[in-house]
């Protein structure tokens, strides 16, 4: 008998709730393993700190933050930053649960984290935000390091905030700590490849799964939610494997050009305004509109919750990748399933990202560096062989990549976490 976490209430679209239906589908499959599966359903550590800072104007400001360790029987935590003004303690843990998924889904030898801050970092100049980064981790700094907890960039951080955040810790710890962090510049023990590696992930488990659909990408029609690090990459390639982004949208808008939009346009034109808004080579599209597109490939990038039961009863799409976590609520998976769309889970869709993160740590404890196309060849296979094993274990139980995903990555947490045993 496991009793109910007191510090949440979850609302039914929260993102903990999708996560605990998620744990809820696989229990049939973990046979005595299922025994353990509470333990998924709480999160090991979780810190809320308060970070006090002084403002330009003078003024002194609080932010909200967290670091949430889900499960830590793999290995170290890890898991990424955001900053967003609707961060809350319930989204981090949700986001940490996906990482302890994630992690284990790849094979990555990590547990589960993720932290935040509940902050709009738009309205901080940048000495505001390096020193909102740097109280952070001091704050968060009794839980990380690189043998515990290792953070990286997520929604709006990005390498420079990585490395205020190396060098906080590392001020504070009395030695450069380039493995506490990951995602950093390249000169400060970053990995060539990191900053698109999310979306390269996305990119070949879309690859694989377009060739297991019998769907061509050359001239593949594929509209894109979010145009930032992940979506910004996935796009890229696409295009570069012939199809067409045909719609794109962000914070700021949705556009749209049944010829495939400018790319080599496109991306400049954000960086300059900050979004899609008003870019000259495509049509303005509502954001509801949005999700009518016609197209053969839908890839969320953005936040949680995106696609609604609604918006999965009207997308065209065959195929959906998520590149965000927890873009699609359960209510709206099931549908999906109805419909035979296709969905890539965000739990290995974009895993491209922490295995690349994973690869940079390896570096920086060696202290040996690789070339990007090493990288890109080993995360390559690394997907490639992690998306391999859940399909089988999808058509062995002819169940959904989430579920089967969740199979594969449950049995080997709770395996490890069995055989670690319980006490001390
Ligand atoms: N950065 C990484 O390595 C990884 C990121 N992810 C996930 O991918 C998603 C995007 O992350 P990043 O690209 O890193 O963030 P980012 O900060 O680089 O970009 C976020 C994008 O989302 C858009 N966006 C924000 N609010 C929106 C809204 N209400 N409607 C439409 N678009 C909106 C922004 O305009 C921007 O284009 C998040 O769910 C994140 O957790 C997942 C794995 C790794
Ligand atoms: O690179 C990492 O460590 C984590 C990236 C992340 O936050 C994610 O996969 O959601």
Known sequence: MTAELSYVHPSPESPWTTYLSQVDRVLPYLGELSRWADTLKRPKRALIVDIPIELDNGTIAHYEGYRVQHNLSRGPGKGGVRYHPDVTLEEVMALAAWMSIKNAAVNLPYGGAKGGIRVDPKLLSIKELERMTRRYTSEIGIIIGPQQDIPAPDVNTNPQIMAWMMDTYSMNTGAT????????????????????????????????????????????????????????????????????????????????????????????????????????????????????????????????????????????????????????????????????????????????????????????????????????????????????????????????????????????????????????
């Open 177 to 424: 700590a380039t493995g506490v962090v990951t995602g950093k510049p390249i000169h400060l023990g970053g990995s060539l490849g990191r900053v698109k590696a999310t979306g390269r992930g996305v990119f070949v488990t879309g690859r694989e799964a377009a060739r297991r659909m019998g769907l061509e990408l050359d001239g593949a029609r594929v509209a894109v939610q979010g145009t930032g690090n992940v979506g910004g990459a996935a796009m890229e390639l696409f295009a570069q494997a012939g199809a067409k982004i045909v719609a794109a949208q962000d914070h700021t808008g949705a556009i749209y050009n049944g010829h495939g939009l400018d790319l080599a346009a496109l991306m400049p034109w954000i960086k300059e305004h900050g979004g899609v808004a008003g870019f000259p080579g495509g049509e303005r599209l509502g954001n509801e509109e949005f999700w009518d597109t016609d197209c053969e490939i839908m890839i969320p990038a953005a936040l949680e919750g995106q696609i609604t039961a609604d918006r999965a009863r009207r997308l065209k799409a065959k195929l959906v990748l998520e590149g965000a976590n927890g873009p699609t609520l359960p209510g709206a998976d099931d549908i999906l399933a109805d419909r035979g769309v296709l969905v890539v889970p965000d739990v290995i869709c974009n895993a491209g990202g922490v295995t690349v993160s994973y690869f940079e740590w390896v570096q920086d404890f060696s202290s040996f560096f690789w070339t990007e196309d090493e990288i890109n060849l080993r995360l390559d296979k690394i997907m490639v062989g992690a998306l391999k094993r859940i399909w089988e274990v999808a058509d062995q139980h002819r169940i959904t990549l989430r579920t089967a995903t969740f199979a594969v990555a449950c049995e080997r947490i709770l395996e490890a976490r069995r055989e670690r045993g319980l006490y001390p």
